[in-house]
């Protein structure tokens, strides 16, 4: 999580997003509107994630929740189970996510050393059913930040998540203090009682780590035994641990050498574990040293897991990104640009391609409000585009075959209780939390409850709701998406079509587009976009060299462009194209620009298209 506190503002900034749901579907024993290609399990293969036909899957998504993180609700991200099927239900129809990142507790799943709350068990399982149901995957993660809240004085400033109370007791950790911190993630390399315990675990003191693993095989077993097959086809994976960092460095020892001495070992540990419980098919998601990629250079540490080889299937190099400058309000001045995290994503796509494994960001984002919450709208449209491709607009389409593989990502975060909470503080019934995250003053929730109990984006939709490849029949070889975001009034265009593609361009026009290109593979399943509800049919226009379509038809397998329901009936459609070849290049453009395009206009796009791409690829 970011480090920063937002102590100097204390309005809220709304972002736009007036959208609501109130409702939710009903419990299913597999996602409605599924078509033959849908809830194959993923695999990691040639560095990217692949299903059961052979595509590339993107997963794209948010952390649920925060909530988690507090006591109000027993350590789980929702109150109840309608409530998380509430939440679903938005994040897809809303939030155009086919993905979580689903936040567990260490101290709610082992309360007492050795003992399994298996009633804690259960409730999570069944909220996680919650978003399998609503053909969302799955990525559990056991969270912790600072350790454990049971660290903290009930008076302090700050508080924390993760271990349990016994596991506090057995270290006799020092009285914490922070000293003159103004931002919460100081704790971890000032607070000598977060410092001790995040070494003790790591050195498997008083057997932290052994009883860690054991509570992570037990939860991992208790899914796979309480999820159906076909349910626990849509677990992408699991988080082992959150952030970890050393909490402090042997003699002689370095960032690097703690990675490949302590780190490393303990997720090879935890693999071993989840083949035990039954996970042997699914993906560890292994985060490196916190610190690795901080864009701070008092802050940087070498890592990346650079010692630990071919991670292959059985691992996926998982990280998280936040704009420490921007969140700072002093490094950086003014807001995010065109291509500003594009170097700090190909980073992470250049570490997994190294590493031999798929990537994912599964924590980013920006404050919502405090002093530094009007960079947000850039900074997050600089994130999901350094996610999209690693170039800048301004460079796409000279140089598309640059653009690398599309990143999987999770958003920080969707917290249905946003503002609505009622947190005591490390216990203190005198210092009661209801705004914001209710967690060390963040504020980051995309949504927030609306006075009629319905789901209402904090954020732009058109920034959140993307349009994006969420399986690529073949090899994705680049993909761009203008989203037209804004920032306030301002509306940004940051990839604007060339003039050197007039017909494209006015075709385009003012309104959304994005432009896939991928070489087909051997399957017969159709490539995926998820289509934002800015992308009604009746207004979306596709030119490809599989057709040139405006309003595009219901899907059948001998239909080449087409719409259907994506699975988990909540009203979110994905756009299909389906090819009969195998190693063609293939492209897509999608826009919901001009209304009702005539067939010349249509024709003229795409030959300029097809000479653009031939001579780009």
């Given amino acids: 999580m970011p480090n920063f506190r937002a102590r100097l503002l204390a309005v809220l900034v709304v972002l736009g997003g007036s959208l609501t749901v109130a409702g939710a579907p009903p419990a299913t024993a597999a996602p409605s509107d599924s078509l033959w290609f849908d809830g194959a399990p993923l695999t990691v293969r040639d560095g990217r994630f692949t299903d059961g036909q052979g595509r590339e899957i993107v997963l794209r998504g948010y952390n649920v929740s925060g909530e988690t993180k507090l006591e109000e609700n027993g350590g789980l991200p929702f109150a109840s189970v309608a409530d998380a099927r509430k939440s679903a239900a938005a ?30 068990l259960a409730a999570a399982t069944e909220q996680i059913r919650a978003f399998l149901d609503a053909g969302i995957r799955v990525q559990p993660d056991f969270h912790q930040d600072l350790f454990s809240r049971y660290l903290f004085d009930t008076d302090s400033w700050y508080t924390g998540d993760g271990a349990p109370e016994w596991a506090v007791d057995a270290g006799s ?34 057997g932290l780590q052994d009883a860690f693993l054991a509570t992570a095989q037990s939860t ?43 780190l490393w070992p303990f997720y090879v540990r935890f693999r071993a574990r989840m083949d035990a419980a039954g996970w042997q098919d699914k993906p560890a998601l292994v985060e490196p040293n916190l610190f690795w990629n901080a864009n701070i250079s008092t802050q940087k540490q070498e890592g990346g897991l650079l010692d630990a080889g071919t991670l292959g299937p059985d691992y996926v190099f998982n990280t998280h990104f936040y704009d420490q400058k921007a ?138 709701d993307r349009l994006y490849p969420s399986a690529t029949a073949g090899t994705a070889l680049a993909f761009t998406y203008e989203d037209r975001s804004r920032d306030g009034s301002t509306t940004l265009t940051w990839n604007p079509v060339p003039t050197s593609l007039p017909n494209v361009a006015k075709l385009v026009g003012s309104g959304q587009y994005g432009l896939l290109v991928w070489r087909s593979g051997d399957g017969t399943a159709p490539t995926e976009l998820h289509l934002p509800a800015s992308f009604p049919t009746a207004a979306t226009t596709v030119v490809s060299d599989l057709g040139a379509v405006h309003a595009p038809p219901a899907y059948t397998s001998a239909t080449p462009v087409a719409v259907a329901a994506e699975p988990g009936g909540t009203g979110s459609r994905r756009l299909l194209l389906t090819d009969a070849d195998s190693g063609v290049l293939h492209y897509a453009l999608v826009t919901n620009g001009t209304a009702a395009p005539s067939a010349d206009l249509l024709g003229a796009a795409k030959a300029e298209l097809a000479g653009w791409a031939a001579a780009r690829f």
């Fill in 91 to 120: 994040l897809r129809a809303l939030g155009g996510g086919n993905a979580v990142r689903f936040l567990l507790s260490w101290a709610h799943a082992e309360p007492v050393r050795g003992q399994v709350d298996t009633a804690y």
């Fill in 173 to 206: 950790y020092p009285k914490e203090s922070c000293g003159i911190c103004l931002l919460w993630g100081q704790n971890i390399t000032q607070n000598g009682a977060v410092r001790k315990a995040q070494y003790d675990f790591w050195h498997n003191a008083h």
């Fill in 220 to 262: 991992m077993a208790h899914l796979r035994r309480h999820l159906s097959d076909a349910e626990f086809a849509g677990i992408a994976g699991f988080d082992p641990y959150n952030e970890p960092y050393a909490g402090s460095y042997d003699s002689g020892q370095t960032s690097r050498t703690w990675e490949r001495d302590l």
């Fill in 327 to 464: 969140i700072s309000g002093i490094l950086m001045w003014g807001k995010a640009a065109d291509g500003q995290y594009a170097a700090d994503f190909a980073a992470v796509r250049d570490r997994a391609t190294a590493a031999g494994t798929a990537a994912v960001v599964s924590e980013f984002g920006h404050p919502l409000s405090g002093t530094v919450s009007d960079k947000a709208p850039t900074v997050l449209k600089a994130m999901y585009q350094a996610l999209d491709s690693r170039l800048p607009g301004a460079g796409w389409w000279t140089r598309p075959a640059s653009s690398g593989p599309v990143l999987s990502g999770t958003q920080w975060q969707w917290d249905l209780y946003h503002g609505r909470h009622h947190e005591p503080m490390n216990g203190n019934p005198g210092k009661v939390l209801t705004a914001g995250d209710a967690w060390n003053d963040e504020d980051l929730s995309a949504v927030r409850l609306d006075d009629s109990g319905s789901v209402a984006l904090r954020q732009d939709a058109r920034l959140l």
